[in-house]
């Protein structure tokens, strides 16, 4: 059950009828067509015909159809006892699968056993990690090692590289690799990212972080990367002693609101240093590495955005704030009045970085550099779950991405990206009956997106009314996390 998603009333077998369906992968429109759902699949796509006698009935005449969203970055599980609000703030958006990107053993157990929460409307966990990779237990390259040999023994999907060195990174990946476990997320400081692609990397996220990617696409690379080497890891124990891992889960909670508060003077001269001599030649052949490696990238647009904009009132007066639970808007405040203090020189460098942001996100696309739509949703200040996908779309767009692939990149390409193609991700028989149902065209304007007529999961139906009616339960007794 949920506090805020009340059981649809449209389930069973479900006719949507009459409605266009849009395809991702070639962005064709298929006028006219009913959309037959039961058992939680679709089980036909055919011309709308005469009366229908034997369905529930969702009327879809100048309405288009699409495959319902999927964010590949977030962490709502960090939470499992409490994901109702983020969950519903999700079906709410259109949003109904993710990608846990901290885990860990606990969460792992429950998965294997079936016990993970499952309130009403609640979106499929398509993979998760196992513990992030930090000082902890990778800070050595004996330590990096195991910590992916327990991963891969307690049934991990991928790990996640947090906070390593490069010699840890490259370790852990090549244990990886043995094993036949993906590994991505953050690169350190000291990694090419060249070597990252070519040992196998399987997704980069949030553009680095950092200066690391854009000192690769720096005609002054060497002198970048020199002024990077500078950032420290956080101060996290490494050995494990009592209490260590919850020592160490609590100063990366608190360091994850955000990062940008803690960028030092020389960093963001680094920054400075890596946008002012950017050589979109060298981009270009990084991104050309990136297709031929199939090295995935998972931009977070929104995560950046919040984060070198910290004390922007776009996010500190956002009025989707009155979704979140009081405790997160603590943290976020307190996070923002930190940035606030930074140096001006400091919050000049992060704010003028985005445009270099937007280019590189250009770049990837135009070079054909595969990639996934993700938010960084719960722990980190500004992003609200579910409506933060769309802001991600708003970035994408800002960043020239045309609608047809910010599409892709919430539908077909992360089943690609999770070995899942051809099973999800477009409107087809025996396909998981998991759709939006839009009042807009998705392929004339990304906007469309957010006009949500109604959502199914997993084969129940919940129209706008019901939508709204589930925000102003989240808002009334605000839980998201």
Request: hydrophobic share 40%.
């Amino acid at each position: 059950m949920s506090r805020y998603v009340e059981p649809s009333s449209v389930e069973g077998r479900v006719r949507l009828r009459d409605v266009t369906v849009v395809d991702p992968l070639d962005g064709t429109h298929t006028t006219g067509q009913d959309v037959v759902v039961e058992g939680g699949r679709i089980t036909s796509v055919t011309a709308t015909g005469g009366p229908v006698t034997d369905a529930h009935v969702v009327e879809g005449r100048g309405r288009f159809l699409v495959p319902a969203y999927q964010d590949m970055h977030m962490h709502a599980l960090n939470t499992p006892e409490d994901v109702d609000g983020t969950y519903a703030l999700m079906l709410a958006n259109g949003v109904v699968g993710f990608r846990q990107m901290s885990g860990s053993r606990a969460l792992l157990k429950s998965r294997r056993e079936g016990t993970l929460p499952r309130p009403t409307g609640a979106p499929a966990l398509r993979a998760t990690a196992g513990d992030l990779l930090t000082p902890l237990n990778a800070g050595t390259v004996d330590g990096a090692v195991q910590a992916v040999r327990e991963q891969h023994r307690d049934g991990a999907d991928f790990v996640k590289a947090g906070m390593t060195t490069g010699e840890t990174f490259l370790a852990a990946l090549q244990e990886a690799n043995r094993l036949g476990i993906l590994l991505g997320g953050h690169l350190p400081a000291d990694l090419d990212p060249r070597e990252a692609a070519r040992g196998g990397t399987w997704s980069i996220e949030h553009l680095g972080p950092g200066v690391t990617m854009f000192a690769a696409a720096s005609s002054q690379e060497g002198e970048v990367r020199a002024r990077n080497a500078t950032r420290k890891l956080p101060p996290i124990p490494k050995v494990r002693i009592p209490g260590a891992d919850r020592l160490a889960t609590k100063l990366i909670k608190r360091m994850v609101v955000n990062p940008a508060t803690s960028t030092s003077e020389l960093e963001a001269h680094a920054y400075e240093l890596a946008d002012g001599s950017y050589d979109q030649r060298k981009a270009e052949e990084l991104a050309a590495l990136f297709v031929a490696h199939t090295t995935w990238q998972c931009p977070t647009l929104i995560r950046v955005h919040t984060q070198q904009f910290g004390d922007s009132p776009q996010h500190t007066q956002d009025p989707r704030r009155r979704y979140m639970a009081p405790g997160e808007l603590r943290a976020w405040d307190r996070s923002s009045r930190k940035f606030a203090r930074l140096p001006a020189v400091t919050r000049d460098a992060l704010h003028h970085h985005w445009d270099a942001q937007l280019r590189m996100t250009r770049t990837f696309a135009d070079a054909g550099v595969p990639m996934v739509a993700g938010t960084d949703a719960c722990g980190a200040a500004g992003i609200i779950p579910g409506f933060a996908l769309h802001d991600e779309f708003d970035h994408l767009a800002e960043a020239g991405i045309d609608p047809l692939t910010i599409l892709r990149m919430t539908t077909t390409e992360p089943a690609r990206f999770l070995g899942d193609e051809g099973a999800s991700g477009r409107v087809l028989p025996g396909m998981p009956a998991d759709l939006v149902l839009l009042t807009e065209d998705p392929l004339e304007d990304h906007t469309a997106l957010r006009r949500i007529a109604g959502v199914m999961r997993a084969g129940s139906w919940w129209s706008r009314a019901d939508l709204d009616a589930v925000l102003e339960r989240v808002a009334a007794d605000p839980g998201a996390r």
